[in-house]
Nanobody, 125 residues
Framework: VQLQASGGGLVQAGGSLRLSCAAS????????MGWYRQGPGKERELVAT???????NYADPVKGRFTISRDNAKNAVYLQMNSLKLEDTAVYYC????????????????????WGQGTLVTVSS
């Protein structure tokens, strides 16, 4: 499975961006999908997850501002980011898993099987 993330860029605080991630290859192996981010000088953190059935969960800092969605027909996952803040600046990575894990599973140590290359989001003041 290969994941290709896109949609990052420079945006002013309060603005919006939509990240996309397209999967190719053995896509029949994909169930749960998600987004991580790693800001400058920070550890990578889980942002949002979505199961094959559409169950979604979010990290507290992005709740109410970010929305994860997926289009199984297009083998894609999206992250709509609204009301962006300076602290949202990071490289965003999409990920996919053969298991249909939930957000809590990844918080507790589960790892995604497949990773995209990352797309940079920079929020300016």
């Amino acid at each position: 499975v290969q994941l290709q993330a896109s949609g990052g860029g420079l945006v002013q605080a309060g603005g919006s961006l939509r990240l996309s991630c397209a999967a190719s290859g053995s896509i029949g192996n994909i169930n749960s999908m998600g987004w991580y981010r790693q800001g400058p000088g920070k550890e990578r953190e889980l942002v949002a997850t979505i199961t094959s059935g559409g169950n979604t969960n979010y990290a507290d800092p992005v709740k109410g501002r970010f929305t994860i969605s997926r289009d199984n027909a297009k083998n894609a996952v999206y992250l709509q980011m609204n009301s962006l803040k300076l602290e949202d600046t990071a490289v965003y990575y999409c990920a996919a898993d053969g298991l249909d894990n939930y957000y809590s599973d990844y918080e507790e140590g589960e790892r995604y099987d497949y990773w995209g290359q990352g797309t940079l989001v920079t929020v300016s003041s």
